[in-house]
Nanobody, 124 residues
Framework: EVQLVESGGGLVQAGGSLRLSCAASGFTFDDYAIGWFRQSPGKEREGVSCISSSDDITYYADSVKGRFTISRDNAKNTVHLQMNSLKPEDTAVYYC?????????????????WGKGTLVTVSS
C-alpha cells in the first residue's frame, strides 16, 4: 500500500521555524520526485517546493524562496521541508506528493500519490 505521511505541523509565531517531514512507503522512493503543496481556506492550492528523484534539482515558489529548504534522504524514504522566518500568510494545510520520473513536478494533478496533509498555523 502506497503511503505518504506528513508530520511536523503545528502552531508557531511569526518569525519562527518548523520542519515538516514526509515519510513514504509502498513505492520505489528513489524513482520519484517529491513535492510540497499547501492550501488555505479561500485560496488556490499552491506548489511550494519540489525535489527531484536524484536530489540534484529543487524548485521553490517565489513566496517561499530564501525561507524554505527542501531535502530528501533516500535511505530513509523521507523528505523534509525546513521552514524559517514563517509569516501568517504561510498558514495552510501542507501536503506532500510524489511524481514518478527524474524531473521536477509542480502541478498537483500531475503527481501520482498524495498525502493527507499537516496543518501549519502561523500567528502574528
Amino acid at each position: 500500500e502506497v503511503q505518504l505521511v506528513e508530520s511536523g505541523g503545528g502552531l508557531v509565531q511569526a518569525g519562527g521555524s518548523l520542519r515538516l517531514s514526509c515519510a513514504a512507503s509502498g513505492f520505489t522512493f528513489d524513482d520519484y520526485a517529491i513535492g510540497w503543496f499547501r492550501q488555505s481556506p479561500g485560496k488556490e492550492r499552491e506548489g511550494v517546493s519540489c525535489i527531484s528523484s536524484s536530489d540534484d534539482i529543487t524548485y521553490y515558489a517565489d513566496s517561499v524562496k530564501g525561507r524554505f529548504t527542501i531535502s530528501r534522504d533516500n535511505a530513509k524514504n523521507t523528505v523534509h521541508l525546513q521552514m524559517n522566518s514563517l509569516k501568517p500568510e504561510d498558514t495552510a494545510v501542507y501536503y506532500c506528493a510524489a511524481a514518478v520520473g527524474h524531473g521536477l513536478v509542480t502541478t498537483w494533478d500531475a503527481m501520482n500519490y498524495w498525502g493527507k496533509g499537516t496543518l501549519v498555523t502561523v500567528s502574528s
